[in-house]
């Protein structure tokens, strides 16, 4: 009896699916771990940027609010409110807002400390959210059109909308933007991602670590069956010529 001795390896058929099995495991893992700290990470720097956002809306109507009472029968400021606004952006708030816009409802700038832009239009989704009653908060780097006029700083700002309402009722007259200096947050962010990130990896790292050991040992013990079959193999073909 002839036995078909190339059909059996010595075992590297045996260890090259092991080392395929333990690559594609480790993809799979590492992919889905890496998706799950992305969407973790990013829910939560939307709900820091949306916490920024309602602050900054509280912020807005405290201060803007009581200025921008006249566009409720008005399209545009008087020059005494417009003075109110420059003294308040120059005075103590400029500690907070680096800049600051009202619009109209239908997305017509009515103020600006760039006076240049006062009565262009630029429609955005956000000030059709917040003429909706909705704030909103984003990074931005004054790159818009309405601040041509406007120096452009290698640092991010948060730039808010907020809904400005008539006095004592929840009709919105106008759009509250503010510009805020962005580094903290920025850098709250980052931290965040890094700590998700490092999260993530010491999780992972033993997962791979025990998957590559149970692959290894199951893969030991396929060679080592397979080495005594041979062997047996071999005793029995010797028997058979006997």
Request: net charge neutral.
């Amino acid at each position: 009896m002839i036995w078909p001795f190339g059909t059996i390896g010595s075992g590297t058929a045996s260890l090259g699916l092991a080392r395929k099995f333990v690559l594609a495991a480790a993809t799979t893992i590492a992919v889905s771990m890496g998706l799950l700290a992305l969407a973790i990470t990013q829910r939560i720097e939307a709900s820091m940027m949306q916490t920024a956002a309602e602050e900054g809306a509280r912020f807005t109507e405290v201060f803007l609010g009581p200025l921008a009472q006249e566009l409720a029968t008005s399209r545009s400021l008087s020059s005494e409110s417009m003075k109110k606004l420059d003294e308040l952006l120059a005075g103590v708030t400029s500690e907070r807002m680096n800049l600051v816009k009202i619009w109209l409802p239908d997305a017509t700038l009515a103020y600006s400390t760039n006076k240049q832009a006062i009565g262009g239009r630029f429609p955005s989704p956000q000030i059709a959210a917040a003429v909706e009653g909705k704030a909103t908060g984003e990074f931005d780097y004054l790159r818009e059109p309405e601040n041509a006029g406007e120096t452009r700083l290698p640092t991010p700002l948060v730039e808010i909308y907020a809904p400005l309402f008539r006095t004592g009722t929840q009709e919105v007259i106008a759009v509250g933007e503010v510009y805020t200096d962005g580094r903290r947050l920025a850098a709250d962010l980052t931290s965040i991602r890094l700590t998700s990130a490092a999260i993530v990896g010491a999780v992972t790292a033993p997962m791979m670590l025990i998957l590559f050991l149970m692959v290894r040992s199951a893969s030991n013990l396929v060679n080592k069956y397979q080495s005594t079959l041979i062997q047996n193999m071999v005793e029995a073909k010797y028997l058979a010529a006997q």
